[in-house]
């Protein structure tokens, strides 16, 4: 009994422990850490005050593991979890899956040393938790976490393996454990007297299953992986091509901006004769064909952020060009405390997104953008609404969902961009008018 107490000491952080890998908290480090203290104190004196009052022994008190451990830690997990979700689901069922397998292999390698002590299974126990901790930071951490927020609903197909697994388990230690002594016998933890000869067997399904619900965890992890640096690639496209475009236009107004001052020349010649000719009438309509041309020729200047100012100027030309108003408010420093790229690819998606939806809206209808991005002291507010048609959907995080196919690519390079920076994100959608606006902090 002594060595399963220290068991407990030992293995209940370390599964804790692994949890914190899989498991976003929403806590503070020191505050998560005194709680889960508390609940492996609550553990403890279960188990001890079962053990005193009962009088049982080591295969009773594993029999009533469900409520001594799994109990607090499905509670103090749940009060933990930021998101009580299927991931949250996934991530317990797991951890009893380990917890189950790491000591049933324990005692089983145990069982072939010559010497009987409940030293050994301790040892075996702590350290096959330990290598499992060094692979969960190893593989996952927080690139699982951030892969668990895309599963959705797939959480509830990933649940059915560590759910199966434990009911499995149930039904063979409840049905099929051999119970009656014939000399040639063991005890171990969770399956009752068992025989020798189907030690091999249920050691490799263990393996097998423990292989499967840690491959199932890269596997999230790694296409997510994927799926991020496409999106990414697809984001850095589209950006490299809308500052093509943009040098292109400016090219051209270059272009005509020189011809119109080689030409300036002709143009004040003609209007001379013009006046001299007494001809007021027709000076004053050249005279405002002259302005329109210069009017067309202007280089737009919105920030000295050369990014910032060659991205608004950009998608203000497009917008002119779908007859959408466009207005932009910006009262920047030339560098920004974000990475040029980054805020560029929120900006550029912001401002597409907005396109896209007064495009969909009616030529009669208000078309509009207005766009503002300011800074006060050393918080950065970008603020863009739009006019839209439609019904706007949200999750459960306020964010809009898109239903169609191969969008949401912009969504989810601003969610990146909040997450990098720890940015506040908040998206509106009111009597047809779209909001978004992100707030971050200079911590330069």
Not at 74 to 101: M, N, P, Q, W
Not at 380 to 403: A, C, K, M, Q, T
Request: hydrophobic share 45%; charged share 20%; proline share 2%.
């Amino acid at each position: 009994m002594f060595w399963y107490f220290i068991d407990s000491l030992l293995t209940l952080p370390l599964l804790y422990a692994i949890m914190a890998t899989i498991v976003e908290f929403r806590f503070s480090k020191r505050r998560c850490v005194i709680i889960i203290i508390l609940a492996i104190c609550t553990s403890l004196f279960m188990d001890g005050f079962h053990y005193l009052y009962n009088g049982g022994d080591l295969a009773e008190l594993y029999a009533y593991s469900w409520l001594t451990t799994a109990l607090p830690s499905f509670v103090c997990l749940f009060y933990l979890a930021k998101f009580r979700d299927g991931s949250f689901l996934f991530a317990f069922l797991t951890e009893c899956v380990i917890a189950t397998i790491t000591t049933f292999l324990a005692y089983i390698f145990a069982y072939f040393l010559p010497w009987r002590s409940g030293f050994f299974p301790f040892l075996f126990h702590g350290l096959m938790l330990t290598g499992i901790l060094v692979l969960c930071r190893r593989y996952l951490g927080r690139d699982f976490m951030e892969a668990s927020r895309y599963q959705g609903k797939q959480w509830i197909l990933y649940c059915v393996l560590p759910f199966l697994c434990i009911s499995v388990w149930i039904m063979y230690t409840r049905l099929f454990s051999h119970r009656i002594d014939i000399g040639n016998k063991i005890n171990l933890p969770y399956a009752g007297t068992i025989y020798p000869n189907d030690i091999p067997v249920l050691i490799v399904l263990l393996l097998m299953v423990f292989y499967t619900v840690f491959l199932i965890l890269i596997i999230i992890t790694k296409t997510h992986r994927v799926e991020t640096d496409r999106s990414e690639k697809t984001i850095l496209f589209f950006q490299s091509k809308a500052l093509e475009e943009r040098l292109f236009a400016l090219e051209d107004k270059d272009e005509s901006l020189r011809i119109l001052r080689h030409d300036m020349r002709h143009h004040l010649r003609t209007l001379s004769g013009l006046l001299d000719h007494q001809e007021l009438s027709q000076a004053k309509g050249y005279i405002s064909q002259l302005e329109h041309n210069l009017i067309q020729t202007k280089q737009e200047h919105f920030c000295k952020n050369a990014v910032i100012n060659a991205i608004i100027s950009y998608y203000n030309i497009k917008a002119q060009k779908e007859g959408i108003r466009f207005s932009a408010q910006v009262q920047i420093g030339d560098r920004l405390p974000v990475d040029d790229m980054d805020i560029g690819a929120v900006l550029s998606n912001a401002l597409e997104n907005a396109e896209n939806a007064c495009k969909n809206q009616p030529e009669a209808a208000n078309r509009f953008i207005n766009l503002k991005f300011i800074q006060l002291k050393k918080q950065l507010v970008l603020d863009i609404s739009n006019s839209y048609d439609g019904i706007v959907e949200f999750d459960s995080d306020g964010h809009p969902v898109s239903r169609r196919r191969n969008h949401g690519v912009g969504s989810q390079s601003i969610f990146a961009f909040g997450r990098k920076y720890h940015a506040t994100i908040d998206y509106s959608a009111n009597s047809g008018v779209f909001g978004l606006r992100i707030m971050f902090a200079d911590t330069k």
